[in-house]
C-alpha cells in the first residue's frame, strides 16, 4: 500500500491540538461523504489515533514541542488510490493548516 506521509508543526499545545484533530475526523462532513463507513479509534494519553475507513486507514499522532506540537498523520492508501496520493498529500496539509495552525 502507498503510504502519505505528513508532519504539521502547530502553534497549538499537544493536548489542545489532538481534541482539534480528533473533533476534525469525528465532524467533518467531508470525509463521511467520501466514506461513511469511517471509524475513528483513539488513545488520549499518549496523544495518538488510527482512522479506518472502507478504502484507506491512517495512523495520527500529536507530539509537544517547545512552541507547540507537531501533528503526524500517516495514510496507507490501496493501490486503486496510488494515482490520488498528491491530491490526498494537499488535502491533508490544507486540513492540518486550516484547523490546526
Known sequence: M???QIAHNSTLQAPEA???LKAFFEKDETLK???SKMI???DDKAMT????GS???ADVSVVGQDKGSQIKVVVDLP????????KVEETLKK???KNLA
Open 2 to 4: 502507498p503510504k502519505v
Open 40 to 42: 475513528a479509534t483513539y
Open 95 to 97: 486540513m492540518l493548516q
Open 49 to 52: 489515533g488510527q482512522v479506518k
Open 79 to 86: 493501490l486503486l488510490l496510488t494515482p490520488f496520493k498528491s
Open 55 to 57: 478504502q484507506f486507514k
Open 33 to 35: 461523504k467520501l466514506d
Open 18 to 20: 489532538f481534541t482539534k
